[in-house]
């Protein structure tokens, strides 16, 4: 009997002490590669080198095969990524350099502010690029703690002055700021520098992981790689057999790894939502240092889909299914919202426009989100518009790769910025590479085309048609 009143008061006691419950908001992992185009994971068709641990995450979570950068340059994809807009309604466009006197607006609400509003642990190792001027660094826009570059590898202060900006094989190097917090820790002024980049975001990274792993936390990994000139550590060198590029793909993949075994060790790879992407296509005029559309039209600069069309992969157990492809279009400027509605927190005031795609990652293979999306490029110039598999290019004159030959270990080919594009329309469906104009075939298709674009522009403006557009917010400005 009094063995009985002492488990019955033993039992008792326990229900008032109820098991502590686990957060059920995931945590977010966002990997952002630079410059890294459609067909440059094993898992979209590359050749000649693997990437295993990306390939696992493809086979544990979801692939999209239409998912869009925002636009095809750094600055703006990455502004459009962390505040769900389109880069020209947040006053963006191209990539800043070094000392600009611009940079994300303080009014911009963005995707870590948001999650530290609702108790985050918000944290960013790698390349930057929203301006480099101490109101605009991370610190000072929702992140905890930032490790990294401020702009692209290829840049540097104007006053190191000197070389052209694709001249960096002289011994002259100029330095690169690597930044902890909002001051400089150290000059990268050499290529061997540069080899340490992403070894070094991937161990921050891992040490964030592991000093937050009890509580709900953003980890933001921008790595400055593939964007040229690229570089590899001796790790890595010579391991692929496929010269620098394919080492530098084993390193990323390796990175990934890393994180993923963080994860793992920290009983939190079931409640973390992992996302990799990247900013925009290859630069295709550095050839053997640059990567592959996988036989998408044109590259980075551009509005065809090699541009802007990049690789995505979603991984969250038990709610992305495993192993799903998802041809549904999708867009960088998606995964704020997205991001919002799984952690339960408020959307900004200020106007977005990206769509939710919580139905869809979590199985709802049926689901629509998007149905529309406008290319942007230049200052504000329109250059395109898509409505499911339809796209129809404006007339404009931007870049082309084609038919001029590619550099060689470093040196670019040519890639003209004055190209004449003549209107088209193509069917995505059936022609992906952009080949062939059917605008003849499907007069109505184009006149909806073009009304969408009436509307985008009466919004966002358009500098081929002279519109300024009713709903652009202006960029950051340097204080006075």
């Not at 696992?56 to 239409?66: I, K, S």
């Not at 962390?82 to 800043?96: E, Q, S």
């Not at 973390?272 to 044109?298: C, K, M, Q, Y």
């Not at 769509?355 to 395109?384: H, V």
């Amino acid at each position: 009997m009094i063995r009985t009143l002492l488990l019955f008061a033993l039992a008792m006691g326990l229900a008032g002490f109820p098991a502590e419950k686990k957060d059920p908001r995931p945590n977010i992992v966002l990997i952002f590669m630079d410059d890294l185009g459609y067909g440059d994971l094993s898992c979209y068709g590359a050749l000649n080198y693997r990437t295993p641990h990306l390939d696992q995450l493809a086979m544990e979570g979801m692939r999209f095969t239409n998912f869009l950068a925002a636009q095809a340059v750094c600055s703006a994809s990455r502004v459009a990524l962390l505040t769900g807009c389109y880069p020209n309604r947040v006053g963006f466009w191209g990539a800043y350099g070094p000392n600009a006197q611009v940079g994300i607006a303080d009014s911009e609400v963005t995707l870590a502010e948001l999650l530290q509003q609702e108790g985050y642990a918000t944290g960013i190792f790698g390349k930057w690029h929203l301006g480099d001027q101490r109101q605009f660094l991370p610190l000072q826009h929702g992140f905890q703690e930032y490790l990294g570059l401020p702009y692209s590898n290829d840049m540097w202060p104007v006053d190191y002055g000197g070389l052209p900006a694709t001249d960096w094989r002289k011994s002259n190097y100029p330095a690169l700021p690597l930044l902890e917090g909002n001051e400089v820790r150290e000059r990268i002024e050499t290529l061997a520098d540069q080899a340490k980049l992403t070894t070094l975001y991937t161990e921050r990274a891992v040490d964030f992981i592991d000093r937050h792993a009890k509580e709900p936390f953003l980890l933001y990994v921008p790595h400055s790689m593939p964007h040229v000139p690229i570089a590899v550590s001796e790790r890595f060198r010579g391991k692929s057999g496929y010269g620098l590029w394919g080492d530098l793909m084993m390193e990323i993949d390796w990175s990934v790894g890393e994180i993923m075994q963080a994860l793992q060790r920290n009983k939190l790879a079931e409640n973390t939502l992992v996302i990799f992407t990247s900013d925009n296509g290859p630069w295709l005029n550095f050839g053997n240092h640059a990567g592959t559309t996988g036989g998408l039209r044109e590259g980075k600069g551009t509005s065809y889909e090699g541009g802007h069309r990049v690789p995505c992969i979603m991984r969250w157990p038990g709610h992305i299914p495993a192993g799903v492809v998802t041809n549904a279009l999708a867009s960088t400027i998606d995964v704020f919202p997205t991001v919002a509605s799984l952690c339960a927190a408020e959307l900004p005031t200020n106007r977005i426009d990206g769509i939710d795609l919580s139905r869809l990652i979590q199985g709802d293979l049926e689901a629509q989100p998007r149905r529309y999306f406008a290319y942007y490029y230049r200052r504000n110039s329109l250059e395109a518009v898509r409505r499911d598999h339809w796209k129809l290019v404006f007339p404009h004159r931007g870049r082309t790769y084609q038919g001029f030959l590619p550099g060689n270990d470093g040196y670019p080919g040519p890639a003209p910025e004055d190209h004449t594009e003549p209107l088209a329309l193509f069917d995505l469906r059936r022609d992906p590479g952009e080949t062939y104009d059917v605008q003849l075939l499907y007069s109505e298709i184009v006149r909806e085309l073009q009304e969408y674009a009436e509307q985008v522009r009466a919004d966002l403006g358009d500098d081929l048609t002279g519109q300024s557009g009713t709903g652009r917010r202006e960029i950051g400005r340097v204080d006075r």
